[in-house]
């Protein structure tokens, strides 16, 4: 193995190599080494030595890291700050913006502060230092700014996480507590179309909550890509961020009523529609698709002509929805529109439209701002049935209500893998070593996020992600956990034994859980099948 190789390597996660479930130590090939770190962008090309000394060059170049993520308590030991030689002697100070919009500021000597280390290359001369910040900072999202004779001169998000996660007062007091899961697409009533939905997960929440069940599981309930409905595993979505609109009971939909109202067939042939779908021994995708696509376009229709044009109370809610979620939720929509548009997956789109931030994909939306503000307006309404569903299970007495399910990650032909594709390692799978259920191991095609990236971006999608996913639920299921530790990467053409484990930053990851966690009122469980150490399970617990 190329020692150069495995240090640059090494410094962007990718492990060494790995013990199997035998005890069997598999060294990571030097074509995977190279494979994957061409995948987060990492030029391994060329001069090594030269890279190493520019990755080093770049570390030590910044006071402050992209992000802080600690708990209270250890503040007190002080945060990493690198100071260039000449600085030194200059008057310093930190300053800390709480999310509050409070300030607090405080002069220090670099000094008398504890010393981490130090680099001195060429014109750069650093020390790293520990500097002790105040332990009663608020849980939160906050920045910290170093200044010099005044100025700022660095500065990044500062993150305090509690110690741990929400954990319902009944399970705290040694309650055990116990509920049903339910696959919603797989849920059958007398009124749905052939798939279950909204108001069926509401009316199974009833059925449980009755008996003294404490929460509903659920499947999945990303955004599938709309382009292949057959393709619905709702563990390889097109995103995390936005829900699957299949699962939109239509009749529950007010536009839908207006419509009855004026047309008495309208419902009629809407419930004979229903009914032959609810003849299919499963699920029909296609046709249930193809079934809810007109319908959604008349309910649109009707909403833009009465409530959009009026400006009605209707209409400042769906705005105030689209600004909460923000610019995510256009570029959902512009991806759902483009798909449709073209029927082909993001990557095969004329490079005009391959580019979420181009000229080519903002004209796109001014022409076709109809089918844009379709899709925005159905993620509205499955955001408000979803919502409609967790109350229905807090009336039923549920203590926890609706489990929801976080996929490990997203498709990569999906409006998440376009809208971040810096974001996302999109020449690699995630998957599984071999191991004794599976001698050749496992390659499930979900591109991962580069953990330096995702670094640098504060953990933004991360966090997002945890949001979007905790903010109609009382319990969240985060599917293979140990993720937040390592994720074994599959190289795009290799053999899922050709693989490596490549770490993430879990201290940071578990403290950001926690944080969202809290302010959800989540429970979190992690699903730990598979080769998971005891350690980590410790950590977990």
Same mark, same amino acid.
């Given at each position: ?47 090594? *030595? ?13 006071? /402050? ?53 130090? #680099?001195?290359? %060429? ?26 004779? %005044? ?48 108001? *069926? ?19 999945? /309930? ?17 995103? @995390? ?5 299949? +699962? ?22 809407? &419930? ?5 779908? &609810? ?28 409530? /959009? ?61 109809? @089918?844009?503000?379709?899709?925005? +307006? ?44 810096? /974001? ?10 071999? *191991? ?22 504060? +953990? ?25 530790? &390592?994720? #074994? ?11 490596? +484990?490549?770490? #993430? ?31 980590? @399970?410790?950590?977990?617990?």
């Amino acid at each position: 193995m190329n020692e150069r190789l495995e240090r640059l390597a090494s410094l962007h996660g990718v492990e060494p190599g790995y013990h199997d479930v035998f005890g069997k130590w598999h060294a990571t090939p030097e074509a995977c080494h190279r494979a994957l770190l061409e995948a987060m962008g990492v030029d391994a090309s060329g001069d090594l *030595d030269a890279t190493l000394e520019e990755e080093e060059r770049a570390g030590w170049a910044r006071m /402050l890291p992209p992000v802080i993520v600690s708990r209270a308590r250890q503040l007190r030991a002080g945060v990493r700050i690198q100071v260039p030689e000449p600085s030194l002697g200059r008057s310093l100070a930190w300053r800390v913006a709480e999310e509050s919009g409070d300030y607090r500021e405080e002069r220090f000597d670099a000094f008398t502060l504890a010393r981490h280390d130090e #680099y001195r290359r %060429g014109d750069l001369h650093v020390i790293a230092f520990a500097l002790p910040l105040p332990t009663d900072l608020p849980e939160g999202y906050h920045r910290l700014a170093i200044l010099e004779g %005044g100025a700022v001169v660095d500065e990044c998000p500062l993150i305090i996480a509690p110690e741990r996660c929400h954990v319902p007062v009944e399970i705290a007091n040694g309650a055990r507590v116990w509920g049903a899961a339910a696959q919603l697409y797989g849920l059958r009533s007398e009124r749905n179309a052939g798939i279950g939905d909204f108001t *069926d997960l509401a009316n199974c929440a009833a059925l449980w909550g009755e008996r003294g069940a404490a929460l509903l599981g659920t499947n999945p /309930l990303h955004a599938t890509n709309p382009r292949d409905p057959a393709n619905a595993s709702p563990y390889s979505p097109s995103s @995390r961020l936005f829900l699957n609109t299949l +699962y939109i009971d239509v009749e529950a939909v007010e536009e839908f009523r207006e419509l009855a109202a004026a047309d008495a067939r309208f419902a009629t042939r809407w &419930r004979e529609e229903c009914a032959r779908l &609810r003849e299919a021994e499963l699920v029909e995708y296609p046709r249930v698709a193809a079934a809810k696509k007109a319908m959604f376009e008349a309910l649109y229709a009707r909403f833009a002509a009465k409530h /959009l044009a009026a400006g009605t109370r209707r209409a400042r809610e769906f705005a105030h929805f689209r600004e909460s979620r923000g610019p995510s939720l256009k570029r959902h929509a512009l991806h759902e529109a483009l798909s449709e548009f073209h029927a082909l997956p993001w990557q095969s789109w004329p490079e005009e439209h391959r580019d979420p931030q181009g000229e080519g994909v903002r004209r796109f939306a001014a022409e076709h701002e109809g @089918r844009v503000g379709l899709h925005e +307006y159905l993620q509205w309404v499955a955001d408000r049935q979803l919502a409609a569903a967790q109350a229905a299970c807090r009336e039923a007495g549920m203590g926890i209500g609706l489990y929801a399910d976080l996929a490990v990650s997203i498709g990569n032909d999906g409006s998440e893998a376009w809208a971040n594709q810096r /974001l996302y390692a999109l020449g690699v799978g995630v998957g599984a070593p071999p *191991d004794e259920f599976n001698i050749q191991g496992q390659d499930w095609g979900l591109p991962p996020l580069v953990p330096r990236r995702l670094r640098e971006s504060a +953990y933004a999608p991360f966090i997002a992600t945890l949001r979007a996913n905790m903010a109609r639920a009382g319990a969240l299921r985060i599917d293979h956990v140990m993720g937040l530790a &390592r994720l #074994y990467w599959v190289p795009r053409g290799m053999s899922p034994a050709a693989g490596a +484990y490549v770490r #993430y930053p879990l201290e940071d990851m578990l403290g950001i859980v926690a944080l969202e966690s809290q302010r959800h009122g989540c429970l979190v469980i992690g699903e730990d099948l598979g080769t998971v150490d005891d350690d980590f @399970r410790g950590r977990m617990a």
